[in-house]
T-cell receptor, first 115, second 112 residues
């Protein structure tokens, strides 16, 4: 298994541009999570899905952020328009139905820089 | 709701010395506790987890952690560290089927 795959690994964009981050979870995992990591705030949960359905998006910081999971093998996190304070590492993670037994498998992250 | 406090943001230690990384949690329900490690430019990897049963949990790379309910702690320990253990370590808590809540991390630096 290739694990959780995120793309791109690095993204540099100008303020105001649209940014799309992509994630392919592990096949058979029912849960998908998007986290953001910054020095100041650590790891923050943005949103998570169960069987492709968004369950809790209360961590999404603003309406500029949106996430979709059109099928079991693909999810996107979009920021439109992007701002410098969105600069962070964004992680996608997936988990089988029993989260507490198996924990999460994380992707390698996307380092976003908004200039 | 659950929360996690990692008491030390940075821990320097000499190679082959023991280390303890501290974690305290807060929860109104039964908890499940995890430690993850993050090497530079990588995602987080699961080190070990406590679900129930024995309070001493052994994980990969020689790490272990002890669950202490009365002190609401889940400290991570290793008797002898190596240079390769240099990384950031995250404690996390879940109330069951709720998402993991992570601490802010402890950066372990092993000095030769």
């Amino acid at each position: 298994d290739a694990g959780v795959i995120q793309s791109p690994r690095h993204e540099v964009t100008e303020m105001g541009q649209e940014v799309t981050l992509r994630c392919k979870p592990i096949s058979g995992h029912d849960y998908l999570f998007w986290y953001r990591q910054t020095m100041m705030r650590g790891l923050e949960l943005l949103i998570y899905f169960n069987n492709n359905v968004p369950i809790d998006d209360s961590g999404m910081p603003e309406d500029r952020f949106s996430a979709k999971m059109p099928n079991a093998s693909f999810s996107t996190l979009k920021i439109q328009p992007s701002e410098p304070r969105d600069s962070a590492v964004y992680f996608c993670a997936s988990s089988p139905v029993s989260q507490k037994l198996y924990g999460y498998t994380f992707g390698s992250g996307t380092r976003l820089t908004v200039v | 709701a659950q929360s996690v406090t990692q008491l030390d943001s940075q821990v320097p230690v000499f190679e082959e010395a023991p280390v303890e990384l501290r974690c305290n949690y807060s929860s109104s329900v039964s908890v499940y506790l995890f430690w993850y490690v993050q090497y530079p430019n990588q995602g987080l990897q699961l080190l070990l987890k406590y679900l129930s049963g024995s309070t001493l949990v052994k994980g990969i790379n020689g790490f272990e952690a002890e669950f202490n309910k009365s002190q609401t702690s889940f400290h991570l320990r290793k008797p002898s560290v190596h240079i390769s253990d240099t990384a950031e370590y995250f404690c996390a808590v879940s109330g069951g089927n709720t998402p993991l809540v992570f601490g802010k991390g402890t950066r372990l630096s092993v000095i030769a």
